[in-house]
Every structure is written in C-alpha cells, then in structure tokens.
Nanobody
C-alpha cells in the first residue's frame, strides 16, 4: 500500500507562486511514475503533470507549461510541484498520485493523496 500526503497549498494572489510537496510512505517510491492532478469546483479532476521514476521524463497539460515544474527526490520519497505565475483559473484542490499511466486517452493513477487546496485571488 502507498500513502501520499500533500502539503504547501494556500491562498496566493495572481502572479504569485506556491510549491506543493507530496510525501510518500509505504511501498518503494522510486518505482512509480508520479503525478499531480487538480479538481476545480463543479469540474472533473484533470491531469496537471507527471514525472517518470527517474525524473528524466516529464509531461504537462498545455495550460501550465512554462509556469509549473514537477520534480522528485527519491531519497526523500517526495515529489514537488513548483507553481509560478499563478492565475485564478489555477484554483483547485491539487492531488498527488502514484503509479500514473496514460491509456485510453487519459492519465490514470492507482494511488491518491487527500488533496491540498490552492486558491488564487484576482
């Protein structure tokens, strides 16, 4: 079993920055592709970014490219999401996910954290 705990969310003004962290406990962290997803009020959860097990491969949804950076530290069992130039449309609950795969046209994950709220004020 894998437990994921997110932290670092909060309230920030437009143009500000936040760094989310996701700490893992349980099964070996380094084996999994990790990712971040988000869900805004009244909307479906959507993919934000993924990072391969070795950190060499990353992918982002178009709307966050150039503003968000995903990274991981396998020695610390932690994955990060650095979010810069935040916009009100980035407001959502952000979820950390482990064992992320792309199939049938979308990203899916086996393990999920409880989520952390990010609110960007205009």
């Amino acid at each position: 079993q894998v437990q994921l705990v997110e932290s670092g969310g909060g309230l920030v003004q437009t143009g500000g920055s936040l760094r989310l962290s996701c700490a893992r406990s349980g099964r070996p962290f380094s084996h999994y592709t990790m990712g971040w997803f988000r869900q805004a009020p009244g909307k479906e959860r959507e993919f934000v970014a993924t990072i391969s097990w070795d950190g060499e491969g990353t992918s982002y949804r178009d709307s966050v490219k150039g503003r968000f950076t995903i990274s991981r530290d396998n020695a610390k069992n932690t994955v990060y999401l650095q979010m810069n130039s935040l916009k009100p449309e980035d407001t959502a609950v952000y979820y950390c996910a482990a064992d992320v795969k792309y199939y049938s046209g979308s990203y899916k994950a086996t393990y999920w954290g409880q989520g952390t709220q990010v609110t960007v004020s205009s």
